[in-house]
């Protein structure tokens, strides 16, 4: 872009309502066309002093006139395109997404503090949802982000001459501003999920430890009442003793059933969804330039918290299909309990796999987050993973 000086500069809004409050109508009338901005509104003539009303309103023409002009020329040597980018910068900081993003972001600050003070679980539940509401809203502010990125980008690349260099170095600044407003908004909000995150994690991860070492006897009742089913059914075979074989079999059926339920209710329960959202905070902080210094000397504690929950999860679904086939009675769809086994590597292909999918967006060449930045993270996690002391799969016995 040329570096030349370019006309004076264009009178702010805010200036020019004080020149119409303030100047005689011959002094606003000698006002060229080219320094007036844009989009002057017509209620400015109503609070005109009556004396210069008609000056205002020509002021206002001649204005609407000379930038419709200008818009075309430029529509005409640059195209839509950068003339789009231009009306863009016009807009940056009113948006509706960005304005509802820091409205419940502010929210969940109050919460956050609230929950600091008191960790409750309520409290801790009140910030998960909340999270969950901003979770949603982070495809749309993104693509805004990538958006503006690549407007200023676009401008940037144009060689313009001096008459128009001041008008494009603007709107290159409020395209950029506006970048950095949205780049804060999503840093602040990625410290305090993966704080909430490695907390959850921590949380389950006790929870699990406690309730494994009350399950580990109900296993052992449940292994031996199996072994007594299976000879139960061995009698059964011998028609003399075949009633006493089908009550004593009805029996032994009932109190695994019973002693299955027992040990379902003391079960953690981990969703794949719950596994994608904690990912994604850690994925999210350490990838976003403004985050990944403050976060990554504590990253390793929600890293190993993460290998050992996902662990856990395709050991649960490994589980429940083995308790389905040693156990034919109980009442559980074996589609339904063997659908999300996986193996932990594969659950981490899949979910880079689909990040990609679904960022394309806020990941590019002149994004913060570049493509290579998304593919080191995942060889960085996959090769933490399997070196994890804690990544042991429960054999299958």
């Known amino acids: 872009m040329s570096s030349k000086a370019g006309p004076q500069p264009v009178i702010p809004m805010a200036v020019f309502r004080k020149m119409v409050a303030q100047l005689p109508a011959e002094q606003l009338s000698r006002l060229p066309p080219e320094k007036l901005p844009e989009n002057i509104p017509l209620d400015l003539v109503d609070e005109a002093p009556y004396y210069s009303r008609r000056a205002v309103e020509g002021l206002?023409?001649?204005?609407?006139?000379?930038?419709?002009?200008?818009?075309?020329?430029?529509?005409?040597?640059?195209?839509?395109?950068?003339?789009?980018?231009?009306?863009k910068s016009q807009v940056v900081g009113n948006t509706a997404n960005v304005k509802i993003f820091w409205q419940k972001l502010e929210d969940l600050r109050q919460m956050y503090e609230q929950w600091r003070k008191d960790p409750s679980p309520q409290n801790l539940d009140r910030l998960g949802n909340q999270i969950r509401t901003l979770?949603?809203?982070?495809?749309?502010?993104?693509?805004?982000?990538?958006?503006?990125?690549?407007?200023?980008?676009?401008?940037?690349?144009?060689?313009?001459?001096?008459?128009?260099?001041?008008m494009?170095?603007?709107?290159?600044?409020?395209?950029?501003?506006?970048?950095?407003?949205?780049?804060?908004?999503?840093?602040?909000?990625f410290r305090i999920r993966i704080t909430v995150a490695q907390h959850e994690m921590q949380v389950r991860l006790k929870q699990i430890n406690t309730l494994d070492r009350q399950a580990e006897n109900l296993r052992e009742?449940?292994?031996?009442?199996?072994?007594?089913?299976?000879?139960?059914?061995?009698?059964?075979?011998?028609?003399?003793?075949?009633?006493?074989?089908?009550?004593?079999?009805?029996?032994?059926?009932?109190?695994?059933?019973?002693?299955?339920?027992?040990?379902?209710?003391r079960e953690v329960s981990i969703?794949?969804?719950?596994?994608?959202?904690?990912?994604?905070?850690?994925?999210?902080?350490?990838?976003?330039?403004?985050?990944?210094?403050?976060?990554?000397?504590?990253?390793?504690?929600?890293?190993?918290?993460?290998?050992?929950?996902?662990?856990?999860?395709?050991?649960?679904?490994?589980?429940?299909?083995?308790?389905?086939?040693?156990?034919?009675?109980l009442q559980v769809d074996p589609a339904q309990a063997i659908r999300f086994v996986l193996l932990s590597e594969q659950f981490i292909?899949?979910?880079?796999?689909?990040?990609?999918?679904?960022?394309?967006?806020?990941?590019?060449?002149?994004?913060?987050?570049?493509?290579?930045?998304?593919?080191?993270?995942e060889r960085e996690i996959l090769s933490e993973l399997k070196r994890s002391s804690r990544f042991k799969r429960k054999p299958s016995g």
């Open 168 to 189: 494009f170095q603007q709107a290159i600044e409020r395209l950029h501003e506006h970048s950095e407003r949205i780049e804060n908004l999503l840093a602040r909000y």
């Open 60 to 87: 206002i023409l001649s204005a609407n006139a000379y930038h419709l002009e200008r818009r075309l020329n430029i529509q005409d040597q640059y195209g839509p395109e950068v003339m789009g980018a231009l009306d």
């Open 221 to 265: 009742q449940m292994e031996d009442l199996r072994t007594q089913l299976e000879d139960s059914q061995t009698l059964w075979r011998r028609a003399v003793k075949r009633l006493h074989a089908d009550q004593q079999a009805e029996h032994l059926q009932s109190r695994i059933m019973a002693l299955a339920g027992e040990l379902r209710s």
């Open 271 to 329: 969703s794949e969804n719950q596994l994608t959202q904690w990912l994604d905070a850690l994925v999210d902080a350490a990838l976003h330039p403004l985050t990944r210094p403050s976060v990554s000397s504590h990253m390793g504690d929600g890293r190993m918290a993460l290998y050992s929950l996902l662990s856990r999860y395709c050991q649960q679904q490994e589980d429940s299909a083995r308790q389905i086939a040693r156990n034919p009675f």
């Open 349 to 377: 292909l899949d979910y880079f796999r689909k990040k990609r999918n679904e960022t394309t967006a806020w990941i590019s060449d002149v994004a913060q987050v570049k493509s290579e930045d998304l593919d080191g993270l």
């Open 135 to 166: 979770n949603a809203l982070l495809l749309d502010v993104r693509a805004e982000n990538a958006d503006t990125t690549r407007s200023a980008q676009l401008l940037r690349e144009q060689a313009c001459g001096p008459e128009l260099a001041s």
